[in-house]
């Protein structure tokens, strides 16, 4: 019997390719969207679009139970809808944690609650790792997130952990990247002009997990029985520094000289700073921003996916070159490079 499946933040960046692989997988699929969001990805005549009121639960409520009434409850839940970057600082808490609560409240008190609710929150949840070891970080150590995004996230992930009304699984993805990301194309539209700013004056260590895997991933995650009521880290298994990560993007853009430049920390933050005033005073969030500012301060991104690539019986589909060489290409035939 096909399952039915609801993909939340479904026309971001993550979402739309949650969406191709639940549609790849044969999944009756709705994408919930807001009346603002645009659809240009969301196009397949297969997926069924619902706009879901987080922001007011008795509402939600309501819709939901309407919702069952007609069509029953999804099977699987995928609550990928959330904020990256904002103006107010406080608007993580509210719409990362505070809409993930009124959701799940909402799901119950409606009588569709689904067979499992995957969270998709971040690496973030836990802050950088151990300096002095460069260990990965690993499930078990404590979270102790430093950027307000993170601890939103962290909010997020104990409201799913302590509700009894549903099975559950966490995965907690580190850097994303693929086509349609803007943050990392930044980097790469740099160093195709010849030039690659990089925060601290020491290495970064980074872990990276290309978009298609994270999809693959979750659909996984969601349909794997035996997968109930844990949390994962989501990387592709190899360890990177920012100087490999630059080579790599030049060598594929073919880029014969490169000017690096490390920035220190000081002047990062003061940029930031710069940045997030900048976006107050135009009403637009910025990519860089005093919370940014935390994770680009961070040396120590590495983290231990062995335990979810084992539980699921699969392994990434993509190295950093590849999703990488993938991920220009779309550039250039989208005229972004």
């Known amino acids: 019997m096909r399952k039915k499946v609801l ?5 971001g960046f993550i979402g739309r390719f949650l969406v191709e692989e639940a549609l790849a997988g044969g999944h009756e699929t709705w994408a919930g969207v807001r009346a603002s969001s645009k659809l240009d990805h969301l196009q397949d005549p297969r997926i069924h679009l619902i706009d879901l009121p987080y922001d007011d639960k008795e509402k939600l409520t309501r819709q939901l139970t309407q919702f069952v009434s007609e069509h029953g409850p999804w099977d699987y839940v995928i609550h990928n809808a959330g904020l990256t970057k904002t103006l107010n600082r406080k608007d993580f808490f509210r719409v990362n944690a505070g809409y993930t609560r009124h959701f799940i409240e909402a799901l119950a008190a409606a009588g569709c609650e689904p067979q499992k609710f995957l969270l998709m929150s971040s690496l973030s949840s836990y802050g950088k790792g151990d ?11 404590p979270q ?3 950027s307000d995004y993170g601890k939103s996230k962290l909010e997020a992930e104990c ?5 009894s009304y549903f099975p559950y699984v966490i995965l907690r993805p580190t850097g994303v990247y693929g086509p349609g990301e803007k943050d990392y194309f930044m980097e790469m539209k740099s160093i195709q002009s010849g030039f690659d700013f990089t925060a601290g004056l020491s290495p970064q260590r980074i872990s990276f997990i290309y978009v298609k895997d994270l999809a693959r991933a979750a659909l996984s995650a969601v349909r794997n029985e035996a997968i109930l009521n844990t949390h994962y880290f989501v990387s592709d298994g190899n360890t990177y520094t920012d100087t490999e990560f630059a080579r790599l993007i030049r060598d594929i853009l073919g880029k014969k000289h490169l000017l690096r430049v ?9 940029a930031c700073l710069c940045s997030e005033w900048t976006g107050k005073l135009s009403g637009k969030s910025m990519t860089l921003n005093l919370d940014k500012y935390f994770i680009l301060k961070g040396r120590n991104w590495i983290c231990e996916s062995t335990p979810l690539w084992r539980d699921l019986d699969m392994t990434p589909a993509y190295d950093l070159r590849q999703g990488l060489q993938e991920t220009i290409e779309w550039y250039r035939k989208e005229g972004w490079l």
């Open 7 to 11: 993909i939340t933040g479904a026309s």
């Open 131 to 141: 300096e002095q070891t460069f260990a990965p970080i690993r499930r078990d150590d």
């Open 144 to 146: 102790l997130p430093d």
């Open 159 to 163: 409201i799913v952990r302590h509700q």
């Open 262 to 270: 490390r920035i220190p920390m000081g002047l990062v933050f003061l």
